[in-house]
């Protein structure tokens, strides 16, 4: 009996600390898995430079609920296999509540399967539907849809008198979802794709592809790519005499993509959010505040242009920082809390998730922008 009540009372003291750690746990712990490095650099390094601010303005009040939230990164070189091994050293060895990123669609495709088994909630900051379509229950995502940048395009070329159209597309991740798109979505805008194109992520010359588009009655080129293509793109287009509208996808809002295909950059035309457009967002907007308050801080901070990937990385720690408060270190208790989510102001849009919906945008969150002297500007119609 003696010895029953011994082992009692050792049990006890050796459960006592870990119910006092899951109530009052020395720190949150939120994974990011961001392509820093590699050919995918311009999107995962802002957004690994903004996770770490939003942590450190949190940090700095106090934490979430006394709190401090401790960020652990990886670095995923826009590989799938390092994507995948990151992530499953973030939810087994770290121990992470939730985890932001990745960057790129084809490494978010990659690790789905592995954070709905482990039940740790992922905001991905890559655009690509089939990321969030069909819905999956620890999935969401923070930048606008492609289907919804297809639905403006193709919305603006209509409006302009633009029915037959030329695709070019990186064979990404990103960029195979939305090429599927541009081809699904063409019927219900009367368009006509009358050529299909593409180029792998390494390429660094598509005039063979840009060639066989020129021979054609194209109106305008749409070319769809995260990679740095976006900017050779426009750059070979110049060189062959293709003197057609040139429309991006929304992988194109950052400037050093207009920087990098310099004055072959002036007139490309691409849907984006209100971000780099900041300036000209009315006051009364509800993202104005977000949008130059994240705008002020990043650019000061990392003396480097903001682009819509650092807001993608904003918005998602935010909102995890939000279930946070709520929820504490309940992973279930996170994931309902960012999945009934109402309202929330960021810098893609107004997001409003619901179990059937994990992405929580419309098309209304994107502008039409195009390139004026270097320079991002909205589009006048």
């Not at 019927?187 to 010359?205: M, N, S």
């Not at 050779?232 to 062959?240: D, E, G, S, Y």
């Not at 002020?296 to 990385?313: L, R």
């Amino acid at each position: 009996m003696k010895k029953f009540i011994a082992f009692l009372i050792v049990f006890v003291a050796f459960l006592i600390p870990l119910s006092i750690e899951a109530k009052d746990p020395k720190s949150y712990k939120i994974g990011g898995v961001f392509a820093i490095t590699g050919p995918a650099s311009w999107l995962g390094e802002p957004e690994r430079n903004t996770m770490m601010m939003v942590v450190d303005m949190i940090n700095a009040k106090g934490g979430i609920n006394g709190v401090p939230i401790e960020a652990v990164i990886e670095d995923t070189v826009g590989d799938e296999t390092k994507t995948v091994n990151a992530v499953k050293k973030l939810i087994n060895s770290d121990k992470v509540l939730a985890i932001i990123g990745p960057s790129r669609s084809g490494t978010t495709m990659a690790v789905i399967p592995i954070v709905e088994r482990a039940q740790t909630s992922l905001i991905s900051c890559a655009a690509a539907e089939t990321i969030i379509n069909p819905v999956k229950k620890w999935v969401f995502k923070t930048p606008q849809s492609d289907r919804d940048a297809v639905v403006r395009i193709y919305d603006y070329m209509v409006k302009h008198g633009i029915t037959r159209v030329a695709l070019i597309s990186g064979t990404t991740g990103f960029g195979n979802a939305g090429r599927g798109q541009l081809k699904d979505i063409a019927p219900e805008f009367g368009i006509k794709i009358i050529a299909d194109e593409t180029y792998g992520p390494q390429d660094t010359d598509m005039t063979p592809q840009l060639t066989k588009i020129r021979g054609t009655n194209a109106q305008a080129i749409v070319n769809w790519s995260i990679v740095p293509a976006q900017a050779i793109v426009a750059k070979n287009m110049v060189q062959l005499g293709i003197d057609i509208p040139l429309f991006q996808s929304h992988g194109f809002g950052n400037i050093k993509y207009v920087e990098a295909a310099g004055k072959a950059a002036e007139g490309i035309i691409f849907p984006a959010g209100r971000l780099l457009a900041v300036d000209t967002v009315p006051a009364s907007h509800p993202q104005k505040k977000v949008l130059v308050e994240y705008k002020t801080m990043y650019e000061k901070k990392f003396n480097d242009p903001v682009s819509t990937f650092g807001g993608h990385a904003w918005d998602a720690m935010w909102m995890v920082a939000e279930a946070l408060k709520k929820a504490g270190a309940d992973k279930e208790g996170i994931r309902a809390s960012i999945e009934t989510m109402k309202g929330f102001v960021g810098t893609g849009g107004v997001f409003n998730f619901s179990p059937t919906d994990h992405y929580g945008l419309t098309p209304d969150a994107f502008e039409m922008l195009t390139v004026k002297n270097g320079k991002f500007v909205v589009l006048q119609d």
